[in-house]
T-cell receptor, first 108, second 112 residues
């Protein structure tokens, strides 16, 4: 069963690029890697998903090395409103497990 | 509007008094799941359902029951709540491919 490990917290400043890495050494062949964002008192919200290499959408990029044992969420030019908890989810069907998440604080 | 609706959003109850937290989705999703969130522990899965009449235990199923009689509804039942079930609960749904989970707004439960 895939388990994820992320840093507990990170600080950044407005306008900087933020990279959050997730370790998932036991990732299975069928597992996708998905990142979610959660604001206080709200449900998590989907950010981005990938299987291998690089994926980019309007809000983030996801980098996945060839061995898929880790992944990096990249947030370009963060703003104060990006302050949230970010979860890396690795799983498929019977194993949709979240880790403890990374609390990102963006400072002015 | 596509959404997952949970009720109640807030509830204070007492030990042993049975309660049900309802969850309903309007996206015709096959997959539904319940999570609890506690400080420092992230989101832990309680139960999930791949389709109607199909449910399975997650990581922390003790003290909870679920049912999936209709595709859109997935209620969480606490037969005899205890204080250690005080938590923030989230319901989520997804298509069968599990590409994206849609979460409800959460139900904050306090058991005295």
């Amino acid at each position: 069963l895939a388990k994820t490990t992320q840093p507990i917290s990170m600080d950044s400043y407005e306008g900087q690029e933020v990279n959050i890495t997730c370790s998932h050494n036991n990732i299975a062949t069928n597992d996708y890697i998905t990142w979610y964002q959660q604001f206080p008192s709200q449900g998590p919200r989907f950010i981005i998903q990938g299987y291998k290499t690089k994926v980019t959408n309007e809000v983030a990029s996801l980098f996945i090395p060839a061995d898929r044992k880790s992944s990096t969420l990249s947030l370009p030019r963060v703003s104060l409103s990006d302050t949230a908890v970010y979860y890396c989810l690795v799983g498929d069907r019977n194993d949709m497990r979240f880790g403890a998440g990374t609390r990102l604080t963006v400072k002015p | 509007e596509a959404q997952v609706t949970q009720n109640p959003r807030y509830l204070i109850t007492v030990t042993g008094k049975k309660l049900t937290v309802t969850c309903s989705q309007n996206m015709n999703h096959e997959y539904m799941s319940w999570y609890r969130q506690d400080p420092g522990l992230g989101l832990r899965q309680i139960y999930y359902s791949m389709n109607v009449e199909v449910t399975d235990k997650g990581d922390v199923p003790e003290g909870y029951k679920v049912s999936r009689k209709e595709k859109r509804n997935f209620p969480l039942i606490l037969e005899s709540p205890s204080p250690n079930q005080t938590s923030l609960y989230f319901c989520a749904s997804s298509r069968t491919d599990l590409r994206e989970l849609f979460f409800g707004e959460g139900s904050r439960l306090t058991v005295l």
